[in-house]
């Protein structure tokens, strides 16, 4: 897998649970979280910063702890099933499907317009490196 693979984009339109990068930036100013469902390698690679690594699995077990559990305040913050939650997979596809999957969870899920080459593309950065 190279750099093409860490960028891979797809022409399926974009629904209602997807955020343009300007709106994204401003739901992670006012407390939302990217969250980033590739494998640990594709995280390594590079990711958006502060994006928290989250296993499939743990999403479909129990999608709040998964996503905020690490967070005991964030936890008694009665506000946070409203903050926003911006996925990163491998596919925007991807991203939206688990997107819908947290919305089930009465979750503010959202999956970022182009993906991580659209987030490139704006200027953004990534970082490589293992989860802090």
Do not use: C
């Not at 997807?18 to 390698?41: H, M």
């Not at 709040?64 to 690490?70: C, F, L, Y």
């Amino acid at each position: 897998m190279g750099w093409r693979d860490l960028f891979h984009t797809d022409d399926e339109p974009a629904d209602e649970t997807t955020v343009s990068i300007p709106d994204a930036l401003r739901l992670l100013a006012e407390g939302g979280v990217v969250i980033d469902v590739r494998t640990l390698t594709e995280y390594e690679r590079g990711h958006i910063p502060g994006a928290r690594l989250v296993a499939i699995t743990d999403l479909q077990t129990s999608p709040s702890d998964a996503v905020w559990g690490h967070d005991p305040l964030a936890m008694l913050d009665p506000e946070t099933q409203n903050k926003a939650v911006i996925v990163i997979s491998s596919t925007p596809a991807h991203a939206r499907a688990v997107a819908h999957l947290l919305r089930d969870h009465d979750l503010n899920a959202h999956s970022l317009a182009g993906g991580l080459l659209g987030w490139v593309r704006d200027g953004q950065v990534l970082l490589p490196g293992p989860p802090r």
